[in-house]
């Protein structure tokens, strides 16, 4: 009886996969259409962690099907798709040939991923590459491109998609990651994942796709997102960040990184790159543009007394003269006595911002925009005002300064209040005091007295 088993077995063995990869790539396409309540069944029979958002359980539920794929599984999938659609357990079973992925026949390897349910990788072949210009992150300095700009391609006509690429680190870079990792955890050389939209006329900020998610070498990549839970398929407002994968890399070996992005497809498309970074602090960058700025001083000042000029001209169709202009030296971020007076270059007005607080606010939120006229100041753009700063030497106790219209200007020192003194003397009298007499002239008193209303009785 054994040997008719092997017999059998050894004469269909060839055949008897086909089936099985065809239920796991229909199993996948029931998974990408499952509900919350359908995936957080799913995990919880498999005794997996069910809690997070849709784009998470997808994920995790997918990860099952790949490392932890059994008949009892595959099952619970058919089942809860027949719960689903109103289907009896045959029907579902007929019907998941009908739902097997199609993968668009782009490329060789197309083909082969869809003989093997295993979704497209990339390794910079030119079919999707892709010529996006993404902004410079001036906390980053690039030192190696991983991946040029490639495109995200959608594999099959579900919501949810998932493309796969692999790379490899050289020997150099894996020594600079290795040597960017200081003794308190911190990681300054990092390898960064960078996704926007694909428009390729202008520059592109990070964007996140809707229901993004990120796998290297099969372990999920956290990081911060700002999707809105009661409108699917909208991306987030906020600004994105880069997402550092360099906790997952592979650095033991000289083996290849695989890298899974899972997005939901609602027609925007999106490309994404690979960068080696070193990330730079507040210090360095405050550092830098001093450094720069000491070379050009005189034409900071320059430009300062051309805007002075500029605001005092006299309008000869203008009934109001304008004598004297009054600029702060209190910086509108921190409500502070500005220390390094800058602006950006396209500004048009003399007051400054403190270099150190409005690069440190953009180290949190990355929005660079001059608080001052609210329009875009990157920090490329940046310079420290030479005049600002020899004024704020020269006047250590004032708060504002006037310029007039031939270029001079005088301090303006904060008025201080005197107190006032009537030569009273006061005494506090409580409620409860019930033998006080509120100022009885027969017992000769010429104090005023003062009730406290606070006591509680």
Aim: proline letters at 6%; a positive charge.
């Amino acid at each position: 009886m054994s040997l008719r088993g092997a017999h059998w077995g050894s004469r269909f063995s060839g055949k008897r996969r086909e089936p099985k990869m065809a239920e796991q790539s229909a199993a996948k396409n029931m998974i990408l259409g499952f509900r919350i309540s359908e995936l957080q069944a799913l995990l919880r029979f498999a005794g997996r962690n069910k809690s997070g958002l849709k784009h998470e359980l997808v994920s995790r539920a997918l990860q099952l099907l790949r490392t932890s794929c059994s008949a009892e599984i595959l099952k619970k999938i058919q089942d809860l798709h027949a719960q689903r659609n109103g289907l009896t357990p045959t029907n579902a079973q007929s019907q998941q040939l009908l739902s097997a992925p199609t993968f668009p026949l782009h490329s060789s390897e197309a083909a082969l991923n869809a003989r093997t349910s295993v979704p497209i990788c990339h390794t910079g072949k030119d079919d999707t590459k892709s010529k996006v210009r993404l902004t410079k992150l001036p906390f980053y300095e690039i030192l190696d491109d991983l991946m040029k700009p490639t495109d995200l391609v959608p594999t099959s006509s579900e919501r949810i998609q998932e493309n796969q690429f692999s790379f490899t680190l050289t020997e150099k870079q894996r020594e600079q990651i290795i040597a960017g990792c200081s003794k308190n955890g911190v990681q300054s050389v990092q390898l960064q994942l960078r996704i926007c939209h694909t428009d390729t006329e202008f520059m592109q900020e990070d964007q996140y796709p809707p229901y993004l998610s990120v796998k290297v070498n099969s372990r999920v990549c956290p990081f911060t997102s700002y999707f809105s839970s009661n409108k699917p398929g909208v991306e987030p407002k906020r600004p994105c960040r880069p997402i550092d994968v360099t906790p997952l890399l592979n650095l033991t070996s000289r083996g290849a990184n695989y890298l899974n992005v899972f997005w939901g497809h609602f027609t925007t498309r999106y490309s994404m790159v690979l960068h080696l970074v070193r990330q730079h602090r507040v210090a360095e960058l405050l550092h830098k543009l001093q450094a720069n700025e000491t070379r050009a001083s005189e034409i900071s000042r320059e430009l300062s007394k051309y805007l002075i000029r500029k605001k005092l001209r006299l309008e000869p169709d203008n009934d109001v003269t304008t004598t004297g202009l009054r600029v702060s030296l209190m910086c509108s971020l921190g409500k502070i006595r500005l220390s390094v007076p800058c602006r950006g270059i396209t500004c048009t007005h003399l007051q400054c911002f403190d270099a150190a607080l409005y690069i440190q606010m953009n180290e949190k939120k990355p929005t660079w925009m001059c608080p001052v006229c609210d329009k875009p100041a990157p920090y490329e753009l940046l310079f420290v005002d030479q005049l600002f700063l020899d004024i704020l030497k020269e006047c250590e106790d004032a708060t504002e300064v006037q310029f007039k219209d031939d270029g001079s200007w005088s301090p303006i020192k904060p008025d201080k209040q005197p107190q006032k003194n009537f030569g009273h003397k006061y005494s506090i009298v409580e409620l409860e005091d019930s033998n006080n007499q509120f100022g009885n002239p027969a017992n000769g008193k010429s104090d005023m007295d003062v009730i406290d209303l606070t006591v509680d009785c």
